[in-house]
C-alpha cells in the first residue's frame, strides 16, 4: 500500500488553518496514524485510528477520514507547529509512511 | 518515564552483518508492539519491522524481507533487529519505537536511534 501525503511543503503563518491530506493507493479503513517530527528528534504520535487524538497532544490537531483519503488539520498554527508531519498506515503490513509534509514559516 | 534505548549501530562493510538492540523501561514491555524504523538524515521515515507483544505477528518491509530479523526477550524488557548481507543503502538512523497496544498498529514512543553506515 502506498501512502501518498500532500503537499510535500506548505507555508503558513502563526494562526493559519493548515490542512494536510494523505491518500491511500487501496483503502485501510482508519488505520492511519499522523506524527510530527521536529529536526534532530525522534517522531511524536498526534492522531490514531484516523481521527483519535492521542492524550496530551493539543486540542488544535485533528484528522479526519476513511477508506483512501485523511486529512490532518491545524486550527490555528503556533510558532511550536513548524516540523515536518508524517502520515503512517498500519492495515496490512508493511506499514508504509508517506513521504512528509514539511510546514515552513511563511 | 517510558525509556527506550537504542545500540548497536556503528560503521559495517557491505555484506557484513550487524544486530541492533533496544533497551525499554517504565512501562510494562511484554504488554506492547515494538516496531523498528529508519531515517537516512534528511529523508523521510521508513517502517523496516514491528512485532506483537507475544511474537506471533510479526512484519517486515519489502526492502529488508529475507535478510532482517527482528525478535524481542519479554524477561530482559529488549528488542532486537540482526541485519544480514547489509548493503549501502541500509544506512540510516534505527529507531525504536513502543506501540499503543499489543498488536501491529501505531507508535506512541520512540527512542532517539542508532546511527547504522554500511560502507567499505
Known amino acids: 500500500i502506498q501512502m501518498t501525503q500532500s503537499p510535500s511543503t506548505l507555508s503558513a503563518s502563526v494562526g493559519d488553518r493548515v490542512t494536510i491530506t494523505c491518500r491511500a493507493s487501496?483503502?485501510?479503513?482508519?488505520?492511519l496514524a499522523w506524527y510530527q517530527q521536529k529536526p534532530g528528534k525522534a517522531p511524536n504520535l498526534l492522531i490514531y485510528t484516523a481521527s483519535n487524538l492521542k492524550s496530551g497532544v493539543p486540542s488544535r490537531f485533528s484528522g479526519s477520514g476513511s477508506g483512501t483519503d485523511f486529512t490532518l488539520t491545524i486550527s490555528s498554527l503556533q510558532p511550536d507547529d513548524f516540523a515536518t508531519y508524517y502520515c503512517q498506515h498500519y492495515s496490512s503490513s508493511p506499514y508504509t509512511f508517506g513521504q512528509g509534509t514539511k510546514l515552513e514559516i511563511k | 518515564e517510558v525509556q527506550l534505548v537504542e545500540s548497536g549501530g556503528g560503521l559495517v562493510q557491505p555484506g557484513r552483518s550487524l544486530r541492533l538492540s533496544c533497551a525499554a523501561s517504565g512501562f510494562t514491555f511484554d504488554d506492547y508492539a515494538m516496531h523498528w524504523v529508519r531515517q537516512v538524515p534528511g529523508r523521510g521515515l521508513e517502517w523496516v519491522s514491528g512485532i506483537s507483544w507475544n511474537s506471533r505477528s510479526i512484519g517486515y518491509a519489502d526492502s529488508v524481507k529475507g535478510r532482517f530479523t527482528i525478535s524481542r526477550d519479554n524477561a530482559k524488557s529488549s528488542l532486537y533487529l540482526q541485519m544480514n548481507s547489509l548493503r549501502a543503502e541500509d544506512t540510516a538512523l534505527y529507531f525504536c519505537?513502543?506501540?499503543?497496544?499489543?498488536?501491529?498498529?501505531?507508535?506512541?514512543?520512540w527512542g532517539q536511534g542508532t546511527l547504522v553506515t554500511v560502507s567499505s
Open positions: 519505537a513502543k506501540g499503543q497496544g499489543g498488536t501491529l498498529a501505531e507508535a506512541d514512543y
Open positions: 487501496q483503502s485501510i479503513s482508519s488505520w
